[in-house]
Structures are given as structure tokens and as C-alpha cells.
């Protein structure tokens, strides 16, 4: 082959390397626009898992490289409030290193000429230089030509990012990879600090726009706002000066492309897609990458076979990973928003922020640390006055919530079971919320039980305007009473623009073929082009729409219902009020997000001045519509004070359904961002949910702080006992469990101390090994003597 590197960086060094070794008749040029070394930046970081990747991937370049890292095992995080109150937390078994980006760009040309690689510097190539060539690899960085030179094919994305950022670099030694959290008067400050060699460490500065701004930062040059900033970390420099390379403030681009490679041309490393330095994944996606390509083109086939199969296996990883760093580098942007809780949950919250740590995971690496988060949480339940749980994870601490004290943490979420006859909840019925409430979950709610025939979505949809459904909810709260100690929540709602509609299974959301009822909405909008169009709620509908859902609470009060939930999301038709996509209206309802918010308001106000005092209310909302134009989070945090300072116990937080052509962008707990934002901001309790499966995840989403209540859906679908597992799992023993089941119960308990025992030495053996330097010193202790 004839190939061509376009981008002398570690994507396209990385990658002639791995194809000239194992095709040397191949002639591979790489052409770099600057000289051999160099370099902007400092150094680069690579975790114990990325270096075995590298180790089987070219064991020559892996070693020269592992013997010029400094190696270390700890993350330490020291938070600096204005009162200069500093703490710290170490937690150690993380396994990084560190190089200097120079060292590393010479070693991997080493080993490229030692193959027999071409190799050109200060010079610019395009890939009509190379019309022999049978693959031209554009590894030409972030601000790629080719790429750009080619955008409608391509079709890149990028989203620059709010805060600003510049690397700098100083003489300051380090023994773990470091976080300096600072409080100034102009606001918060972060230095993401590591060793790379004896004698150096990279700093890199971050801080939101408005902090930014206060410090001048905007109107400074390189050197001065590296000496603005020596004063700013001066105890934590110790005496060290701060060095500059080109240290220019930016805002961190993400960026993304639909197309990754154009007949024999194939983008590589940052030059096709972007991941936040906050993870430190720059450098390892663009050597992975390489890894890819080449075991795509080790596999056989024409060169648009092998590029196809690249892009085909490797972009769902790529994405993995931005996803993550996304997720990261946004818990950087609200900094703030966390700056009020302990010390320990702030440093907990710093560790599973991009969600690839979590509580089990940590506490195979960390135990100390996750049980300073466990004690915490039982310490903070105690003192308001729960029942708290000696030793029990923060899955299994109770809550209470006016006078219902709920015995755990875990919600079995609304889930429409399109399967009552008439609206009244049957056998099918008990047996669902029977069975769920029997498996030890602290809180059930009911489907989305409709105030009216004409609010139904569906006609299987269960209601509460009549005796015989009221009779139908109350055998099944008395059932939930007698045989559990789960609290049992009732889910009001109205279908709105999405009401009239066929059974889930025969098409969601798809209008019904025959059997219609009229349908009203916010604005005569239809969900889909050809869905029933929903006439205008006029003043007249408001009041006896209102006073439905009053007459609904007042039956589920009756019935015996612990807890009330009024449905403001997914579109439905108090969903369609607050969200402007859906509520074009022209008088006092539409408009201001304040005229939005007036009919939701006013059926909250009626319904918790009819439903008991002592009982609790919540608020489900979507808190955005993945859509553009649609509800933002500035609304969203407005939504939650306004139903807060009506009564409103707890915000149900989901998102999205709104209009049929949004975009989510789904993941593991995708939706909880928006509960952390509400909880933490506008300090209202909440309940998260979409995507959480397993109480690892559970456990990590409350010690973190980020909601008060972790509702799962789809796993209790499949296991209705997920609570009891989870119970046996952590070694928990007081979860109810009904008298029939105990024998079950009392063998799950003693047979998962062991499976977890076992399961726990499995993890241990499958950690990535530490990648010490070969000549068995060890490379930090080199690097720092």
C-alpha cells in the first residue's frame, strides 16, 4: 500500500507505526507542519487501562513509553472556600501516568523510523500532494483543513463550550493526579494538575465566564494572566512560578461528525471528534483510533471495506467516550452548584461526574472513602430526624416527606399498563403493584390515572371519576398496606393532545382508527401530522378540567393513597401549557413562561388545598424538550420554585415527549442532570429516573447529592423483587418481606454475601495491571526525587 499521514501528531505516528510493522513493504508517509519537537502543551495522561491497550497493540512503543512516564495511583481533590477553610480527599487505585507530549511525539517517531516510516517536518501537504496513495489519513488536528475543505461531506458539529480554559505548565512537583478547587471574590477557580517528568507538571486552568470576566482575564495577555494566576493558586504552587507555551484562554470546542471518511480519505484523532480534557481522553482517543484503523485494514478487503468497517466498530466507543467527557466537563461548568455540600460529597461528586466511577467502584478502590460517603448520609438522616439505618447504603436510609416516612430510597416509576376495562383497575392491576410492593421498594406509583373518559390516552388507560375505579384503587392500597411497608403514590393526569390514541403496543402515540373522542390541548397543535387535532381548551374546559382532577384526588384520598402526583410532562395537556412548542396561545395562558405556568399552578393549588395536609404532593415535569425553541433550564428551575412555593413536596424529573420530532440524547441516567440542577439550585427535593438499572447506580446518584429519590422503571418490570436483591447484595436485613416469601428471602441473603464475596475478588483480578517502567524503578519516584 501507498498510504499517506496528513498530521505528524500521535493519532498519525501511532498508526504508520502499527502498519508499517506489520506491512513493510507498504511505503507510509507522515508530514507535519511543524519541526520534530515541536510541541504546545505540556504533558499528556494515560490511565493503567489505556497503557494495557497500548502494551498489546506495539509492546516495543509501550515500553519506551511506560519507561518515560511518571506513574501515580491517587486522584486528590482539595476544595478552598473564601473563608480559606482548605480540605482534602485522596482516593487512591486509580492507576494513571504521565509524559511529557514532547517525550512521547520523539518516541513514537523513534520507533516510526526505526520501522522505516517517512517522516517530514515544516511542511504542508494536502491530499492532492498524494494522488498515488491508496488511504491519505487526515490527522490534521482540531481545526482540520481537510475536514473543513470538505464540510458538507463530513458535516461537523461544534459546540463551544462556556467556560474558559488555558494550559500552563510549572516546576511543581506532584504525587497524585490533582484537583485545586479555589474561591476568590471574582468566584471559583479549578487547576487540573499533573506530573509528567522530574522537574514538570501541567496545569490547566479553568473557570466559568463570569468569573472570567470579574478577574479580568479577557483584557490580559499570556504572561500577566499567568501571573494573575500565580496569585490566585500561589499556596498551592508553593513557591513555584507558572510557565507558559502559548497558554491562550479558549473555550473548549466538542465536536462531532456524521462522516468520519470520504472515498480513500479517513479523519483521525481530534480531527474527526473531540473529547474534554477534563477526562484527560484527547491523546488516548487519537491512539485508539489508530489501534482501530489498523485492525480494520488487518481484516482484508478494499480500502472503502476497511474504512466502513472502522467507522462501523469503532464510533459507538468514540461516542461512549465523549459522552462521558461531556458529562464532565458540564459538572465543571456548574461548579457552583455544588459548592455548598460537605466536603466529602464534593469530592465524591468530582469522582463520579463523567459516571464511569461509581459507589461499587469505588469502594473496591477506595473503601475509606465510600464509607465516609455512607456515614454522611446516615449522620445527615439522622439529624433531621429520619429513622436512619446503622451500615446501611444511602439506597436503604429512609425519607420522610410530611408525614410519610418512606422506608427506602427506591420508586417503582408510573408505568401505563393500558389494561383496564372501563378505567377500573383489575386483577392484572394487583397483581402488578402487589407484586412490586412485596419486592421492598420504598415508594409505588401508579400509572397516570386519567381524571376523565375524555383525558385518557388510551382506552386501556386506568381513571378515578367514578365508584367502581375508586373501588378498584382501594382493594388495591389496602393489598399494598397489609403486605408491605412500600408507600403507595397516585398519578393524576390528562392526555391532552396525546389522548385518543391506540394501545402502546399497537402504536404509540398513533391516533385510534375507530372510537375517538374529542381531545383538547393548550393549542389546537396535533402530536403527529396525522394525529387528531385538539381543540383549544377555552376557559369553560379549564374549570371543569380543574375540577376533575379535585374530584380525582378527593376519591384517591378516600381510597387511601399516601401520596399525590399531578402529571405536568410529556406533553400531556398541562405539559402542553408550560412547554411553548405545544402552547401557542394569545391571551393570559401563553406567552411569558409566568402566563404558561398559570392553569398548571392553579389545578396544583386547587389540588393541594382538597388533598389532606399531612400528606405529600409531588410535580412530575419534563424539564426539557429536546428540542430546540422548547423549555430551558432557566424555565425549568423557575417551574420547581413556583410548584415549591405552592406546596409542592418533591419534582418528579423526567424529560422530553413533548413534540414527536425532539432528539433525546439517550445514556445510563441520562435525565439526572436535570433532577441534580433542581435539587441543588432551586433546592427543591427531587425524584430522578430514565435509564437507571442497577443499585450501584442508585447509591452513586444519592451519595452524590444529585436527587432524594431514584425512581427505576424497566428493571421492576422484569424483577419486581429488585429491591430485595439489592437488600441481600449490601447485606441490609430489615427490608419487609411478606411471611410466604421468607424462606426465599433468608436464602437470597445467605447465598449473595457470597456471590458478592466472589464477585468482588473477580473485579480485583480483572483491574488493569500497574504498568511500572521496565527497569523495575519506579517512575514517579524518579520523576519527583
Sequence with gaps: ?????????????????????????????????????????FGVVFSDQTLATFERADEPSYRAITDAFAYWDDIEIVRTPLDGATTSHRIGGNGFCGCSRRTLLLLLQGRARELGVELLFQQEATPEDFPDADLIVAADGINSPIREGNRDHFAPEVDLRPNRFAWMGSTRPFDAFTFFFKERPEGIFVAHCYQYQRGASTWVMETDPATFARAGLDGMGEDESARFLEGVFAEELDGHRLITNR???????????????????????????????????GTKLAMEDAIHLHAAFRQGGSVADCLARFEGARREEVEKTQHAADVSLVWFEHVRRFWHMPPSRFSFGVMTRSKAITWENLQLRAPEFVEEQRRLFEDEARTVGFPAKDGAPPMFQPLRLRGMTVPNRIVVSPMCQYSAEGGVP????????????????????????????????????????????????????????????????????????????????????????????????????????????????????????????????????????????????????????????????????????????????????????AWPADRPMSVRISATDWAEGGITDDDSLAIARAFAAEGCDLLDVSTGQTVADSTPHYGRMYQVPWADMI??????????????TSADQVNTILAAGRADLVALARPHLVDPSFTLRAAAKYGVRDVTCPPQYRWGNEALLRNAGREEADLLELRRKARPKRHAPSNGTAAFARAAE
Excluded at 253 to 266: F, G, H, K
Excluded at 486 to 504: S, V
Excluded at 506 to 522: N, Q, Y
Excluded at 682 to 689: I, L, R, S
Design 1 to 41: 500500500m501507498r498510504i499517506a499521514i496528513i498530521g505528524g501528531g500521535p493519532a498519525g505516528l501511532y498508526f504508520a507505526i502499527l502498519m508499517k510493522r506489520d506491512r513493510p513493504e507498504s511505503r507510509i508517509t507522515v508530514v507535519e507542519r511543524n519541526r520534530a519537537d515541536d510541541t504546545f502543551g
Design 426 to 609: 383489575g386483577d392484572w392491576h394487583l397483581m402488578h403493584y402487589g407484586a412490586r410492593a412485596t419486592g421492598g421498594a420504598g415508594l409505588l406509583f401508579t400509572e397516570m390515572t386519567c381524571v376523565s373518559a375524555d383525558a385518557r390516552i388510551t382506552p386501556g388507560c386506568t381513571g378515578l371519576w367514578n365508584d367502581a375505579q375508586e373501588s378498584g384503587w382501594r382493594r388495591i392500597v389496602d393489598f399494598v398496606h397489609a403486605h408491605s411497608d412500600t408507600r403507595i403514590a397516585l398519578q393524576l393526569g390528562h392526555a391532552g393532545q396525546k389522548g385518543a390514541t391506540k394501545l402502546m403496543w399497537e402504536g404509540m402515540d398513533r391516533p385510534l382508527d375507530a372510537g375517538a373522542w374529542p381531545i383538547v390541548s393548550a393549542s389546537a397543535v396535533p402530536y403527529f401530522p396525522e394525529s387528531q387535532v385538539p381543540r383549544e381548551a377555552t376557559r369553560a374546559d379549564m374549570d371543569r378540567i380543574r375540577d376533575e382532577f379535585v374530584a380525582a384526588a378527593v376519591r384517591g384520598a378516600r381510597a387511601g393513597f399516601d401520596m399525590l402526583e399531578l402529571h405536568c410532562a410529556h406533553g400531556y395537556l398541562l405539559a402542553s401549557f408550560l412547554s411553548p412548542l405545544t402552547n401557542r396561545r394569545g391571551d393570559e395562558y401563553g406567552g411569558s413562561l409566568e402566563n404558561r405556568l398559570r392553569f398548571p399552578l392553579e389545578v396544583f393549588r386547587a389540588l393541594r388545598a
Design 247 to 281: 497558554s491562550l484562554w479558549r473555550r473548549f470546542p466538542m465536536l462531532r461528525c456524521r462522516r468520519w471518511s470520504r472515498d480513500n480519505v479517513v479523519l483521525l484523532g481530534d480531527a474527526k471528534a473531540t473529547a474534554h480534557f477534563s477526562i484527560g481522553s
Design 679 to 692: 435539587r441543588n439550585e432551586a433546592k427543591v427535593a427531587t425524584m430522578c429516573v430514565g435509564s437507571i
